[in-house]
C-alpha cells in the first residue's frame, strides 16, 4: 500500500485531529513511499528499530512517539539522530498515535481494559480535545474489593503495582484512563465511580486517595497501553491483509 494512503486509513479510524495533544500524532518520519510490513510497540526505542529490522517491516507504528514530544527539539543529533538515521538507511517509516490510541472506542487502550473488566454500558470521559480519553462503565452486579482485584489481574498479565482502597467495599462503576493518568480520579469520583484505574502514580497520589475515601489500583504504565498497538496491529493485518505484529518490549514502570 503507498505511503499516503496508509496515512489516510490510520487518520480516519483514529481522528487524531479531534484531540488535542502534546506530541506529533501521525506521521513522524517518511523513509519509504509504501507501506508493506508493520511492527507496532508502546514507545519508539532502539529495541524496537531492531525487532523492525529483523522483521524485515518498512514501518513501525507506536504510542509514545519518543523525540517527538512537543518540548523535543527534534534536532538530530545524539540517540535521536542515531535512530533517525537507521530508520532512514533501512527504509522504516514510524507513526506515532498518542491520545487517539487512548481515547479510540474500539482499538483503544482504556476501551478494550473496560471491556476485559467485563464492564458495560460505558461511557466516555476526560475529554481532551472533542473527543474523550477515558472510559467508565459498570459491572452486572457489584463486585467486592477482592473480585474487583482478581477480574484486574485477569486482564493485566502482571497483575496490580498498587492498590489504594480507602472507599466502597462494593464497586459497580468503574472508571479507566491508562498511563500517567492519575488526575482523573476527580472525573471519575464526580460520574460516582467506586475504583478508578490508572498505569502509575505519583508520591501524593495515595495520600490523595485515602483523604478522599475511594478506591485506585494502578497496573503500570507500559502495562495499560499494550492494548491500543496490539489491535491496531490485528487491524491492519485483517483489514488491509498487510503483515503486521505487536512487539512487547516490556518496561515495569
Not at 78 to 84: S, T
Not at 195 to 212: D, M
Request: charged letters at 25%; a negative charge.
Amino acid at each position: 500500500m503507498k505511503l499516503l494512503e496508509f496515512s489516510n486509513w490510520l487518520n480516519e479510524i483514529l481522528k487524531p485531529q479531534s484531540f488535542q495533544d502534546y506530541c506529533v500524532d501521525g506521521l513522524c518520519v517518511e523513509a519509504s513511499d509504501k507501506v508493506t510490513r508493520v511492527v507496532t510497540g508502546v514507545s519508539f526505542r532502539d529495541r524496537l528499530i531492531d525487532a523492525a529490522i529483523e522483521d524485515g517491516a518498512n514501518c513501525i507504528i507506536v504510542h509514545h512517539p519518543n523525540g517527538f514530544w512537543k518540548n523535543d527539539d527534534r534536532v538530530l543529533t545524539g540517540k535521536f539522530g542515531e535512530r533517525m538515521r537507521r530508520l532512514m538507511q533501512h527504509g522504516i517509516s514510524l507513526y506515532g498515535f498518542h491520545l487517539p490510541l487512548d481515547g479510540h472506542p474500539e482499538i483503544g487502550n482504556n476501551v478494550q481494559i473496560a471491556k476485559g473488566l467485563g464492564l458495560k454500558n460505558l461511557q466516555g470521559f476526560l475529554y481532551e480535545g472533542e473527543l474523550p480519553v477515558g472510559w467508565v462503565g459498570e459491572f452486572d452486579s457489584p463486585k467486592t474489593q477482592e473480585e474487583f482485584v482478581e477480574a484486574a489481574n485477569r486482564v493485566f498479565e502482571h497483575g496490580l503495582q498498587n492498590k489504594l482502597f480507602y472507599g466502597s467495599k462494593s464497586i459497580s462503576k468503574v472508571g479507566v484512563c491508562s498511563g500517567s493518568a492519575a488526575g482523573g480520579m476527580d472525573d471519575a469520583m464526580a460520574m460516582g465511580c467506586d475504583a478508578y484505574i490508572t498505569g502509575e502514580i505519583k508520591e501524593a497520589v495515595p495520600i490523595a486517595v485515602e483523604e478522599a475515601g475511594f478506591n485506585m489500583v494502578t497496573a503500570g504504565h507500559h502495562r495499560t497501553e499494550i492494548f491500543g498497538v496490539r489491535a491496531l496491529a490485528e487491524k491492519i493485518l485483517h483489514e488491509l491483509n498487510i503483515p503486521a505484529k505487536f512487539v512487547d518490549l516490556d518496561n515495569p514502570v
